[in-house]
């Protein structure tokens, strides 16, 4: 399989994470019955990962409290101001720089700063990208460091 096209099933399984982790942020919604609304679809998870869309969800559900403490130096507002898009959008980065080092920084930063720009509010990449770029430095310093 090209890595054009797992990286876009993969791409689209963060889509659909970032969608669910917002039910999650807003309404509470548990990811159990997040992934049976999904699967439950006409188009079901469409071409998307659905492995990766499971992992993502779960393991972002289970390590938010961590994941926010690696954010939270990194942002310029309280967390309880930020976009709830915007905030989901930093959960799943967060947890791929920290959770999948297969995941290069780069691909994860862009990732997140793309699922931004379709979902965030008008400049909220920008932000996405700033608090990210940090982020990466804390927890992927060696890899950043090299350039990879």
Known sequence: MSENLVQ????LARRLTVQALYQWL????????MIR???EQPEGLGRADA???TELLNGVVAQAPDLTMLLVPHLDRPLNQLDPVEH???LLC????KHKPEVPWKVAVNEAVNLAKIFGAEDGFKFVNGVLDKLAHDVRAAEVASGS
Request: negative net charge; aromatic residues 16%.
């Open 94 to 97: 967060a947890y791929e720089l």
């Open 88 to 90: 989901a959008i930093l």
């Open 37 to 39: 609304q999904f699967n």
């Open 51 to 53: 492995p990766y869309f």
């Open 8 to 11: 876009s099933r993969r791409g």
């Open 26 to 33: 807003v309404n509470e919604t548990l990811p159990e019955a």
